[in-house]
């Protein structure tokens, strides 16, 4: 059974920066692309952040240059690195194997990022 287990989530002034891990386990991390998710209440989840098996990145325009998504394949973790945030960013944050519209995989608990003064 798949694990997906986030973390490093919490509460940061506008402008900070804050680092999420995703701690993966029970499939072939290696052989899978790896994707940041974000929901805020009342929205649909939204893809913000994937990473290749080969270590190609792709982001929302929402948060292209204030993002950075690694993976380390001997940890079987991916990172979000997520910087000069603003209150938009505000949000649970979770990760999962992206499947063109959809994920390979039960969705984890998430990590809440609240960015706020």
């Known amino acids: 059974q798949v694990q997906l287990v986030e973390s490093g989530g919490g509460l940061v002034q506008p402008g900070g920066s804050l680092r999420l891990s995703c701690a993966v386990a029970?499939?072939?991390?290696?052989?899978?692309?790896m994707g940041w998710y974000r929901q805020t209440p009342g929205k649909q989840r939204e893809l913000v952040a994937d990473?290749?098996?080969?270590?190609?990145?792709n982001y929302a325009d929402s948060v292209k240059g204030r993002f950075t998504i690694s993976r380390d394949n001997a940890k079987t973790t991916v990172y979000l690195q997520m910087n000069s945030l603003k209150p938009e960013d505000t949000a649970v944050y979770y990760c999962?194997?992206?499947?063109?519209?959809?994920?390979?995989?039960?969705w984890g608990q998430g990590t809440q990022v609240t960015v706020s003064s």
């Open positions: 999962n194997v992206p499947l063109g519209r959809f994920v390979a995989f039960t």
């Open positions: 029970g499939t072939i991390f290696s052989d899978r692309a």
């Open positions: 990473i290749t098996r080969g270590g190609s990145t």
